[in-house]
């Protein structure tokens, strides 16, 4: 047990940068735009349904809106989103993906979905259930 929670910890301590290095390989490669992690996030919270408000987004990543701000002025300034005044609230702004945001939202979902299958491959139908079960146990330690 006492070497199953070091691993754990070490896992916990190692996976985010680990995911971080693999995500910003494949969209170097994978993508014609130079596009950072933290601006991948801010593509995926928008979406492609539509329009979302800056304060949504900001609250949905943990940022600030001024942190937003800035990094959706190169989002902006690379043609990713489109920003405008929301028309029924004025002091709200609205996020939009363009085409090029788009395509590379689409890519970043075929990345993490092609990752999710490799490490679930292999696994039982009760396998796949323990394992949604703990991961909604660590979110709800974790008060997400």
Same mark, same amino acid.
């Given at each position: /047990? %006492?070497?199953f @929670?070091?691993?754990l910890?070490?896992? /916990?301590?190692?996976?985010?940068?680990?995911?971080?290095?693999f $995500?910003?390989?494949?969209l170097?490669t994978?993508?014609?735009?130079?596009?950072s992690?933290? $601006?991948?996030?801010?593509?995926?919270?928008?979406?492609? %349904?539509?329009?979302? @408000? /800056?304060n949504?987004?900001?609250?949905?990543?943990?940022? *600030?809106?001024?942190?937003?701000?800035?990094?959706?002025?190169?989002l902006e300034?690379?043609?990713?989103? *489109?920003?405008?005044?929301?028309?029924?609230?004025?002091?709200?702004?609205?996020?939009r993906l *363009?085409?090029?945001?788009?395509?590379?939202?689409?890519?970043?979902?075929?990345? /993490?979905?092609?990752?999710?299958?490799?490490?679930?491959?292999?696994? *039982?139908?009760?396998?796949?259930?323990?394992?949604?079960? @703990?991961?909604?146990?660590?979110?709800?330690?974790?008060?997400?």
């Amino acid at each position: /047990m %006492e070497d199953f @929670k070091e691993l754990l910890k070490e896992f /916990m301590l190692d996976f985010p940068s680990r995911l971080s290095k693999f $995500e910003q390989s494949a969209l170097e490669t994978g993508l014609d735009t130079h596009i950072s992690i933290a $601006e991948i996030h801010i593509i995926n919270r928008i979406g492609p %349904e539509g329009s979302q @408000k /800056m304060n949504t987004i900001s609250k949905r990543l943990g940022v *600030t809106q001024a942190t937003l701000t800035v990094a959706c002025d190169r989002l902006e300034a690379k043609d990713l989103i *489109t920003r405008q005044r929301d028309p029924d609230d004025k002091r709200a702004v609205t996020v939009r993906l *363009t085409s090029s945001g788009l395509v590379a939202y689409s890519f970043h979902q075929a990345l /993490m979905d092609n990752l999710a299958e490799s490490f679930i491959a292999g696994l *039982t139908p009760s396998e796949l259930d323990k394992l949604a079960s @703990k991961i909604n146990s660590v979110y709800d330690k974790l008060n997400y």
